[in-house]
């Protein structure tokens, strides 16, 4: 396996391009120790369909966001034939729609925040104003893109005119709205590999919520408790949710998924089938309080690449 080719994609034209940069460097490196022979590729500079296929044996996907993590990155790998690390297609761009995987998530009695959406074409003041009692939603509301990543553009509103002001600004980039009531408590995230749960890990921002700086930024400094403070029952079955959601969605590889525990019940907020291999990552450190090493995680990785995800 070590002398096979690795071609490590990062970089990309979303938003979390700094990101993937980040992600896709630290993957080199560690392939780089593990003996494999790696290329790198960013779609930036050109596109993905003029990957040589002939001097590719697999590709370490290390792309963020729009275009990396939303199934269309992965159409172009399964395009040229060349296996691929993280999930598929489908099961992709189903994770990255806020809206679908949250009916995925309900159809298998997962619990998830109340939601409505709305868009560019039916968004008014006066229908805002009647889609919030009628989703039975209430203050503080949470607004955020459909599919974007990285807590890009989530903002907590408190009151109606902050959440009308920010719907207007935020549709000026985007297509589609999806709101939810605002849940307190612990922020947790868990990591699976490979359809085994890693463990989980709790976050403590300083910052007003676990935000895009609070995320990637040291200044932020965001505590980590590593393992999360959650009585051992209710460790396990947090880790069991994630295990469910990953399998519901049909993911491949490493996820994500993040949660808020409040009032002693497990709310699953979203699950990230491409999550951030920085220094600052969450699923490294999980896997590294479990004994995997960097290195070796990226390497369980690499091997369970495969086409038709």
């Known amino acids: ?152 553009g989530v903002k907590i509103c408190k009151n109606f005119i902050d959440l009308s002001k920010a719907s207007k600004t935020l549709l000026k980039d985007y297509f589609e709205l999806i709101y939810e009531p605002y849940i307190g408590g612990q922020e947790i995230q868990v990591a699976v590999l490979n359809n085994s749960p890693l463990g989980a890990i709790e976050l403590i921002p300083k910052r007003k919520f676990y935000d895009y700086k609070a995320k990637y930024t040291k200044k932020a400094k965001t505590v980590h408790l590593m393992p999360a403070n959650l009585q051992k029952k209710d460790y396990l079955k947090v880790l069991s949710i994630a295990k469910k959601a990953h399998k519901a969605l049909n993911c491949k590889g490493v996820t994500r998924a993040d949660f808020k525990f409040f009032k002693k019940k497990f709310y699953l907020l979203e699950l990230n089938t491409q999550p951030g291999m920085t220094n600052l990552s969450l699923v490294p450190e999980i896997a590294n309080h479990k004994g995997i090493s960097f290195e070796n995680l990226v390497e369980k990785i690499l091997i369970n690449a495969s086409l038709n995800r």
């Not at 593990?34 to 044996?57: A, E, T």
């Not at 806020?98 to 619990?111: G, P, Q």
């Not at 968004?123 to 919030?132: D, H, P």
Request: glycine share 6%; with cysteine.
């Open 1 to 152: 396996m070590s002398k096979k080719k690795v071609l490590v994609v990062l970089g990309g034209i979303s938003k979390e391009r700094a990101v993937s940069l980040d992600s896709g460097a630290a993957c080199v490196t560690a392939l780089k120790k593990k003996g494999y022979q790696v290329f790198k590729f960013d779609p930036k500079k050109k596109p993905l369909n003029l990957i040589d296929k002939k001097r590719v044996d697999i590709i370490f996907n290390a792309l963020h966001g729009k275009y990396g993590e939303d199934g269309v990155a992965q159409s172009f790998f399964e395009y040229l034939r060349i296996p691929y690390t993280h999930s598929g297609v489908i099961s992709s761009y189903n994770s990255m729609n806020k809206v679908i995987s949250k009916e995925i998530f309900k159809k298998n009695k997962i619990l998830t925040p109340l939601y409505f959406v709305l868009n560019q074409k039916n968004y008014s003041n006066k229908m805002l104003k009647k889609k919030i009692p009628l989703s039975k939603i209430k203050f503080p509301i949470v607004i955020k893109p459909v599919n974007e990543g990285s807590s890009i």
